[in-house]
């Protein structure tokens, strides 16, 4: 760790948070991060830590597998006959047991929230569940409510080498690369955990998650000699994240084979953005962290169900099944995690069920409320119809907000702003008001609500 890294974090700096001084969450050592860690992979490991230009690393974390895990996790979990072992597993848990007789087939089972988990997250978890397995992650969602879900340490190895096969759906050749850093999950927050690791099941080849703020750097030019001496093959992170590789001197040095974005909405422009910066594919990934990734968009269109232990309904405000081809909730039941086995989980998501090629997708993804403006004529307009000019217009994020009186706001990330403006207004038949920010970053962190109207 360099000096002028270690001064990035102050300590004196009112808005800091303890848990994210560098180092101050240690708790075990490499033999128990990487139990199968082989010398050439402790030295990958140890030049990523020390590298002069690092930023001041605030975790430590590993994979903890195994060798024998780490060949496992390279292959995907069988999907044949899936949901009906997964419903047995789900009738046995606590918050089922008492009316497991009742519940047959998985329409019986009850739709289920993020509050239920918050509320008890426990009695979600099977009794006989390894838990020399778990690790825990938060989640704040989109309420703020925090969550800790428990995450099984094959799952979450498997859903790496998942991004290694939608790579190569398009493609891409994705192979361990020891002068490579194989994948830098990138976010862009005032404080973040950043850590630096390696990944057992895919050569040791090194990884970190590495936060873009500025504030976490020198200057930008240190930022773009530590990435350009990493030499990423893949980045992920949201789209707030991923604009910030747009930047220059990101775009002079960086080499992906491809790019993952999640967590928020992806916008039309900034794929395209992407793909002409870098060349390389973008895929889409929607997925929640308690259900893992759900489906995958590499072409802007409809998101395609993956092939794994996930199923997928559409529910309507009532919570009963939505007509086919009807715009409703996004209800899953997740069996890739052993110790979350979810069954008709309210992801507060919505979209229609459609058809691409044979495979069941999702179209008109819109995260979080099925929100409706009220237009001057006293009809109601869909969100997603706003989301095409906008997406048309060029933005790359925004947050639209009617207050109660009708009075719109319409706050975007790049884009034409005029032309936002003249198209919403002839959407919506009231004046809209459009004010326009540089990068996704200014509409603020974490996931906004893109759609709020009080009308």
């Known amino acids: 760790m360099s000096d002028a890294m270690t001064s990035s974090y102050r300590a004196d700096d009112p808005l800091a948070i303890a848990e994210y001084t560098p180092g101050g969450q240690i708790a075990l050592d490499d033999s128990e991060r990487w139990p199968s860690l082989s010398p050439a992979g402790a030295g990958r490991l140890e030049a990523l830590r020390t590298h002069p230009l690092a930023p001041a690393w605030v975790h430590a974390t590993g994979d903890r597998l195994s060798a024998e895990a780490a060949l496992r996790v390279r292959t995907p979990l069988p999907v044949d006959g899936w949901l009906e072992r997964h419903l047995e597993v789900a009738r046995r848990l606590p918050a089922y047991r008492r009316h497991a007789d009742e519940l047959v087939t998985l329409a019986d089972f009850p739709l289920i929230t993020r509050d239920d988990l918050v509320n008890d997250v426990s009695a979600f978890v099977p009794l006989d569940a390894n838990l020399e397995q778990a690790v825990h992650g938060s989640s704040s969602g989109s309420t703020g409510r925090a969550l800790l879900i428990p995450d099984d340490i094959e799952d979450t190895a498997r859903t790496f080498h998942l991004l290694v096969a939608l790579a190569a759906e398009q493609g891409v050749d994705w192979s361990p690369d020891p002068d490579r850093m194989a994948l830098a999950h990138v976010v862009h927050q005032r404080q973040a955990f950043t850590y630096a690791s390696v990944i057992s099941s895919f050569d040791q080849a090194t990884m970190a998650r590495l936060n873009l703020t500025d504030g976490q750097w ?75 990734p759900i489906a995958s968009s590499a072409d802007g269109g409809p998101f395609v169900i993956l092939d794994r232990r996930v199923h997928v309904e559409i529910v309507d405000e009532r919570g009963l099944p939505a007509a086919r081809g009807e715009r409703g909730e996004i209800v899953v039941t997740a069996g890739e995690n052993p110790l979350l086995p979810l069954v008709r989980y309210r992801t507060s998501d919505y979209g229609t069920l459609v058809e691409v090629d044979g495979r069941a997708a999702i179209a008109d993804l819109e995260g979080r409320e099925a929100t409706t403006f009220l237009a001057n004529d006293g009809s109601r307009v869909a969100c997603v119809d706003l989301t095409q000019q906008l997406q048309s217009a060029g933005a790359h994020g925004w947050s639209v907000t009617q207050d109660a009186t009708g009075e719109v706001e319409a706050v975007v990330a790049r884009g034409d702003a005029r032309r936002i403006a003249t198209t919403l207004e002839a959407l919506l038949g009231r004046p809209v008001t459009v004010v326009r920010r540089e990068s996704l970053s200014d509409l603020g962190e974490g996931k906004p609500r893109r759609y709020v109207s009080l009308a």
Not at 233 to 256: F, I, K, M
Request: contains cysteine; glycine residues 6%.
């Open 218 to 292: 020198p200057d930008r030019s240190t930022r773009a000699r530590f990435f350009e001496a990493q030499n990423p093959q893949a980045v992920s992170g949201s789209p707030t994240s991923l604009a910030e590789l747009l930047a220059p001197e990101l775009v002079a040095v960086l080499r992906p084979l491809v790019i993952f974005s999640g967590a928020m909405g992806l916008s039309a422009a900034l794929r395209a953005e992407l793909v002409a910066a870098y060349g390389c594919p973008v895929i889409d990934i929607y997925g929640l962290h308690e259900t893992r």
